[in-house]
């Protein structure tokens, strides 16, 4: 069952799973987390979770798809689109970052997106369509390489980003824009047709 609820009551239950599931992936992990103190706590109970998820992976998903609505907008502005693909790159990024840092726990839970794109319930992800459009968008302006698999590189882009994220958490002293560069530069030599 997508997000979009016919009655509002259905549609308070799903915000409040995904309200829970979020917090407890986020403080816990993926394996620690149990679904039935995700089901407690949003006041529901673990079949009402199974109507609506394809189990913990499915759930997980969920509460991706949720938070990266902000990351879809922050690929979609006007400007990154007009750039040149190897100035993309940063700018793309740099927004990822940056929203990144405004969505509470986004990094914690992009670490554990592995398991749901794994599991196959996170194809869709606003990130993964985004990075995608985006790749396309250079293929189609030759500043991409011809021969790339546009599903694949989104992929690996993304991973890209999820690992110097965890990286990042691993050792916040890090210097978020030498990081950010670091992936936009191994993005470029990977991609780019000059």
Not at 53 to 72: C, D, I, N, P, T
Request: glycine share 6%; with cysteine; proline share 3%.
């Amino acid at each position: 069952m997508s997000e979009i609820d016919i009655n509002p009551a259905q549609t308070k239950k799903t915000t409040a799973i995904l309200d829970a599931a979020k917090q407890h992936f986020a403080a816990r992990g993926f394996e620690a987390t149990k679904l039935s103190d995700i089901a407690k706590d949003a006041g529901v109970a673990v079949g009402t979770i199974y109507l609506r998820y394809e189990g913990k992976a499915g759930l997980l998903s969920g509460v991706l798809e949720r938070a990266e609505k902000s990351f879809a907008e922050a690929m979609d502005q006007e400007e990154l689109w007009k750039m040149p693909f190897p100035d993309r790159f940063h700018s793309l990024i740099a927004a990822i970052f940056a929203t990144a840092g405004r969505e509470e726990d986004f990094a914690r839970l992009m670490a554990l997106s592995t398991y749901a794109v794994n599991s196959g319930t996170h194809d869709k992800s606003h990130m993964l369509v985004g990075i995608a459009a985006h790749l396309r968008d250079g293929v189609q302006r030759n500043e991409l390489r011809a021969d790339v698999d546009i599903p694949l590189a989104a992929r690996m882009a993304h991973g890209l980003v999820e690992g110097a994220m965890r990286e990042m958490m691993a050792e916040p002293t890090r210097d978020p824009e030498m990081v950010i560069t670091q992936i936009a530069d191994a993005s470029e030599r990977w991609l780019c047709t000059r």
